[in-house]
């Protein structure tokens, strides 16, 4: 289930009791038993037919990404020298048909059913996992081959261009010290010049474009109106658009 995950000491780790005190600030006492429960019956599972279930997760993702290396209205990206893959991620784009990464996320889903994991400006991420094979890789070239046949005749927008990387606003206060000081929502234009009192995180990736005790300047704001008109989510902001910023004394 979401929100579980196993952390894997190898032979011969010496630093164990600092990894056990590390968690000691993250755990509850009170675990979620339904979680741990889940974890447990997926080890058991690897335990009996492991090597069955990744090699069918991995015969899927080759299959959709064969398929889409021979499709040329698609591009898959791939590693240059010196990088490696996850060979269960693929990360697709759709140039030619006029999509930019929510575009097409929301075709797939609207032709094929298809939720991707995540995606970005000009791309959609694909994961397979222990649960995908043959199948699941015919549902989702069906999905592709449903979104090459629309081609561009309901596309709304062009393709975005990606953004140049924003500059990392100057701090004022603490992430502490903002974060519990007195706070006001104001309209993002009038938020400019104003410290942030929560963070402004853009989803996907989940990267925050201002940070509790950072100066909202002009480059954040014009960010966060380009990437609402996206349709991106942008966690922080009011129902209304607007950013807690700190009270001025």
Do not use: K
């Amino acid at each position: 289930l979401t929100q579980t995950a196993v952390l894997h000491l190898g032979q011969g780790v010496n630093f164990g009791e600092r990894i056990a005190l590390a968690l000691d600030f993250l755990q509850s006492t009170s675990p979620s038993y339904p979680l741990l429960a889940s974890i447990d019956a997926l080890r058991a599972e690897i335990a009996r037919r492991g090597a069955d279930l990744w090699e069918a997760a991995l015969a899927a993702a080759d299959e959709v990404r064969a398929w889409l290396d021979g499709d040329w209205r698609f591009m898959v990206w791939t590693p240059g020298p010196g990088l490696t893959q996850d060979p269960l991620r693929l990360v697709v784009a759709a140039p030619s048909l006029g999509y930019g990464g929510r575009e097409l996320a929301l075709s797939l889903c609207e032709r094929g059913g298809l939720a991707v994991e995540a995606w970005g400006d000009r791309h959609v991420l694909l994961v397979f996992s222990l649960a995908d094979d043959r199948e699941v890789a015919s549902r989702v070239v069906a999905a592709f081959r449903g979104v090459a046949a629309q081609g561009t005749a309901d596309r709304r927008a062009e393709t975005p261009g990606v953004l140049p990387r924003l500059a990392i606003p100057p701090a004022v206060l603490t992430p502490r010290e903002a974060f519990f000081a007195a706070h006001r929502w104001l309209p993002l234009g009038d938020a400019v010049g104003e410290v942030a009192a929560r963070a402004i995180v853009l989803y996907p990736p989940g990267t925050p474009l201002c940070w509790p005790g950072e100066l909202i300047g002009e480059e954040v704001a014009h960010y966060v109106e380009i990437y609402r008109r996206r349709g991106y989510h942008l966690q922080g902001l009011s129902l209304r658009g607007e950013a807690a910023v700190v009270a001025r004394c």
